[in-house]
């Protein structure tokens, strides 16, 4: 594998975009660039990280011959365009969740990235952080047994300011883009099929976006999975796994790095510990540009993704929840 020092860009200046330079320079790495719709906001961004360039116009960092991969931080609704964009000319993506707004997007931009030969994948802590990657062997391995059914919660307490983005359409707000897809993709993540059978209700904010759901889904193989997702009350983060010899509970499941194992034989239960919350982006962000520099992608789960593109998808058409000037 080449040794290549990769040059990222930040596309977007908000928490993610801070978190993600924060994690280059803990690898003794710098950004190489930033660019964001306000530029004295990434004018200010590059002195606090001392990143040495900032683009005039966002279009210029697409433009940029020596740039190699840019992580898009903007808001899901804006991804497509920024994404098509930087594919066709030449550049490697890594996009904040949700990836895109629908699987029409996801799909086209796909496509692209096959064609120019380019690595795309979504920023999703799921795929990445060392414990999933433990429990997901110990499953492979047998030590729990199947995987028999698996219940999410994720809510929360968001105030009734119809502005911003958790309620606003024209941000594509709403409970399932924002906080579902981690639940989804922890369903996807420890399921051995893509669930094929989707129920739900939900119930719609002031705005008619999606402010809680209950999704029940089940695979071809019989395993099955609840989810709970709620805007505008408060609930755990919390994931149960259940399998044949047991159940693992994982809490604060979008960054864990602890989840509990119980033994249904032995009565007993098991701590396990793997990686550190903190470094939630690093881990994304070290598989990327290992993906990158060794032509292997697969650690990306970009099927994953595209897996739970498609249910959240399905999810909305089968609730009439479009957003504006979205193409399904």
């Known amino acids: 594998m080449s040794e290549k020092n990769l040059n990222w860009a930040m596309l977007g200046v908000g928490v993610i975009a801070n978190e993600a330079a924060q994690a280059l320079h803990k690898q003794g ?30 279009d210029d960092m697409f433009d940029d011959d020596l740039l190699d991969v840019i992580y898009i931080a903007t808001p899901h609704n804006t991804h497509y365009p920024f994404m098509k964009r930087a594919l066709e000319s030449g550049k490697h993506l890594l996009v904040e969740k949700s990836i895109t707004l629908n699987s029409r997007e996801l799909d086209e931009m796909i496509s692209l990235a096959a064609e120019k030969n380019l690595v795309l994948a979504e920023a999703m802590t799921i795929w990445h952080m060392p414990l999933y990657k433990t429990l997901r062997q110990k499953i492979s391995d047998g030590e729990f047994g199947k995987v028999q059914i698996i219940t999410l919660n994720f809510g929360s307490f968001k105030e009734y300011d119809m502005r911003n983005r958790f309620f606003n359409m024209n941000l594509a707000g709403g409970a399932l883009l924002d906080i579902g897809v981690y639940a989804l993709s922890i369903v996807r993540s420890f399921m051995d099929e893509t669930p094929s059978e989707i129920l739900s209700q939900w119930k719609p904010s002031p705005t008619g976006s999606d402010e809680m759901a209950t999704i029940l889904l089940q695979n071809s193989c019989g395993q099955m999975a609840t989810v709970a997702l709620s805007m505008h009350s408060k609930q755990p983060k919390r994931a149960v796994i259940s399998c044949e010899r047991g159940y693992i509970e994982i809490l604060e499941y979008p960054r864990a790095d602890r989840a509990t194992f119980f033994d249904a034989e032995t009565g007993t239960f098991e701590e396990i510990f793997v990686g550190e919350r903190s470094d939630a982006l690093l881990y994304e962000m070290n598989d990327m540009e290992q993906a990158i520099l060794s032509g292997d992608a697969s650690a990306m789960k970009l099927d994953f993704s595209r897996d739970v593109m498609n249910i959240m998808t399905a999810l909305r058409k089968n609730w009439k929840l479009q957003y504006p000037n979205e193409t399904w």
Do not use: G, M, Q, W
């Not at 710098?30 to 590059?46: E, G, I, P, S």
């Not at 990143?51 to 116009?57: E, G, H, S």
């Open 29 to 58: 790495k710098n950004l190489y660039a930033v660019a964001n719709r306000t530029h004295d906001k990434a004018v200010a961004f590059a002195e606090k990280y001392s990143v040495p360039k900032v683009y005039d116009a966002i």
